[in-house]
T-cell receptor, first 112, second 114 residues
Framework: KQEVTQIPAALSVPEGENLVLNCSFT??????LQWFRQDPGKGLTSLLL?????REQTSGRLNASLDKSSGRSTLYIAASQPGDSATYLC???????????FGKGTSLLVTP | DAGITQSPRHKVTETGTPVTLRCHQT?????MYWYRQDPGHGLRLIHY???????DKGEVSDGYSVSRSKTEDFLLTLESATSSQTSVYFC?????????????FGEGSWLTVV
C-alpha cells in the first residue's frame, strides 16, 4: 500500500522567505504526483501536476520537483506572502484503483 | 474552476438515519470519487466510479454505498448513519488518465451525526 508522508506538519515563516515543503512516498511506481492547496473550510485546489516522466513543474512562484527513484517530491515557494497561508497536500497516483493517496499535509503560516 | 457541485453543503442528522450526498459535475469527466477528510487521517477514498454504473470500493467503504446512473451525478449514501461518519466529504472528478488525470475537488459537505 502506498504511504505518503509530508514533513513538516506545520511551518511558520516571515513574509518574503523562500521555503520548501517535502513529500515522500514508499512505492516509486507512480503515474503522477499532484500538489494541492486547501484553505480552511474549503475544498482542494490543484497547484501542480508532475507526470512520472517529468522532473519538475513550475507555476508562477511555485516549483515542484519529483525524484521517483528516491520517492521524494518538493514544493518550493519563492518570496512567500501572507496569502500563501494554507494547508498544502501532496497526493500520489499509483494507478491502483485510479485514486490518489494523500499525505496529511503541511500547514503553512506566512506572517507579515 | 471545475464545475462540481456538492449538496447539501451542511447537514446534521441523527444516528441510524439514512443520508444521501450528491455530487454533480458539468465537465463530462469519466472518473468521480468520494473522499472523507478527518483530523489525523487526512483524505481517504470511500468509493469511486469509472463510468456510468461502474463503481468500486476505496479504503474506507464500510457503511457507505454509491450509485452513478448518469455521467454527471455520483451519489454517496450512508445507509444508517453513525457518529464515526461525522466528517467532511469531498467529491472529486478527473478525466482520462492518459491526458494527465488532474483531479478537481468540490467544496465539501460537512456532515454531523448526533
Amino acid at each position: 500500500k502506498q504511504e505518503v508522508t509530508q514533513i513538516p506538519a506545520a511551518l511558520s515563516v516571515p513574509e518574503g522567505e523562500n521555503l520548501v515543503l517535502n513529500c515522500s512516498f514508499t512505492d516509486s511506481a507512480i503515474y503522477n504526483l499532484q500538489w494541492f492547496r486547501q484553505d480552511p473550510g474549503k475544498g482542494l485546489t490543484s497547484l501542480l501536476l508532475i507526470q512520472s516522466s517529468q522532473r519538475e513543474q513550475t507555476s508562477g512562484r511555485l516549483n515542484a520537483s519529483l525524484d521517483k527513484s528516491s520517492g521524494r517530491s518538493t514544493l518550493y515557494i519563492a518570496a512567500s506572502q501572507p496569502g500563501d497561508s494554507a494547508t498544502y497536500l501532496c497526493a500520489v497516483n499509483s494507478g491502483s484503483g485510479y485514486a490518489l493517496n494523500f499525505g496529511k499535509g503541511t500547514s503553512l503560516l506566512v506572517t507579515p | 474552476d471545475a464545475g462540481i457541485t456538492q449538496s447539501p453543503r451542511h447537514k446534521v442528522t441523527e444516528t441510524g438515519t439514512p443520508v444521501t450526498l450528491r455530487c454533480h459535475q458539468t465537465e463530462n469527466h469519466r472518473y468521480m470519487y468520494w473522499y472523507r477528510q478527518d483530523p489525523g487521517h487526512g483524505l481517504r477514498l470511500i468509493h469511486y466510479s469509472y463510468g456510468v454504473k461502474d463503481t468500486d470500493k476505496g479504503e474506507v467503504s464500510d457503511g457507505y454505498s454509491v450509485s452513478r446512473s448518469k455521467t454527471e451525478d455520483f451519489l454517496l449514501t450512508l445507509e444508517s448513519a453513525t457518529s464515526s461518519q461525522t466528517s467532511v466529504y469531498f467529491c472529486a472528478i478527473s478525466g482520462d488518465r492518459d491526458i494527465g488525470n488532474t483531479i478537481y475537488f468540490g467544496e465539501g459537505s460537512w456532515l454531523t451525526v448526533v
